[in-house]
Nanobody, 115 residues
């Protein structure tokens, strides 16, 4: 059975950094397509960054230049390095993996950026 677990969320001051981790179990293939999403209170969930099977990455405009997605297959983990954090980055961050057309979501990790 596939499981995804996010970690690394915290309270940080504006301008600070956090590194989120998305650990997958039950399948190594699910790491081939991973996306980081976030949902702020009262807003829809939005894609922040994604990485595919050939290491092509995609970022939301709000994340470009500040966030970096990476993958360590030996650890079955995808990371999201977030630098120069802003209060508007405050949200619950979720990881989604796709395997055989089925989407698997983690429970999310809270990121709070204080001004």
């Amino acid at each position: 059975q596939v499981h995804i677990v996010e970690s690394g969320g915290d309270l940080v001051q504006a301008g600070g950094s956090l590194k989120l981790a998305c650990a997958a179990s039950g399948s190594t293939f699910i790491l081939n397509n991973i996306g980081w999403y976030r949902q702020a209170p009262g807003k829809e969930r939005e894609l922040v960054a994604a990485i595919d099977s050939v290491d092509a990455v995609n970022y939301a405009d709000s994340a470009k230049g500040r966030f970096t997605i990476s993958r360590v297959r030996s650890k079955n983990t995808v990371y999201l390095q977030m630098d120069s954090l802003k209060p508007e980055d405050t949200a619950v961050y979720y990881c989604k993996g796709i395997l055989w057309r089925t989407a698997y979501w983690g429970q999310g990790t809270q990121v709070t950026v204080s001004s």
